[in-house]
Nanobody, 114 residues
Framework: QVQLVESGGGSVQAGGSLRLSCVAS????????MGWYRQSPGKQRESLAT???????DYAYSVKGRFTISRDNAKNTVYLQMNSLKPEDTAVYYC????????WGQGTQVTVSS
């Protein structure tokens, strides 16, 4: 059973930056793709960025140009660098990995104040 553990969330003022990390208990090569999602109260979980095993990357329009997904295969870790944060980025951020099963981390809270 693979586990994903997110970290790096916190509180920041608008315009600031945070870097989220997602560490997998096994090799991230076991996933065909990994991604970052977020969910705020009363809203559906939103896909933000995905990176495939082959290195293809996609971003949601809402974060394109501000957020960057990357991975370190040696550390079994996927990152989400978030710059120019806005109050509307406030949410719980989740990491996910897709193989024959979809795995989720427990989430990390990001709060952006104006």
């Amino acid at each position: 059973q693979v586990q994903l553990v997110e970290s790096g969330g916190g509180s920041v003022q608008a315009g600031g930056s945070l870097r989220l990390s997602c560490v997998a208990s096994g090799s991230i090569f076991s996933f065909s793709s990994m991604g970052w999602y977020r969910q705020s109260p009363g809203k559906q979980r939103e896909s933000l960025a995905t990176i495939t095993r082959g290195g293809n990357i996609d971003y949601a329009y809402s974060v394109k140009g501000r957020f960057t997904i990357s991975r370190d295969n040696a550390k079994n870790t996927v990152y989400l660098q978030m710059n120019s944060l806005k109050p509307e980025d406030t949410a719980v951020y989740y990491c996910n990995g897709d193989s024959s099963t979809r795995y989720w981390g427990q989430g990390t809270q990001v709060t952006v104040s104006s």
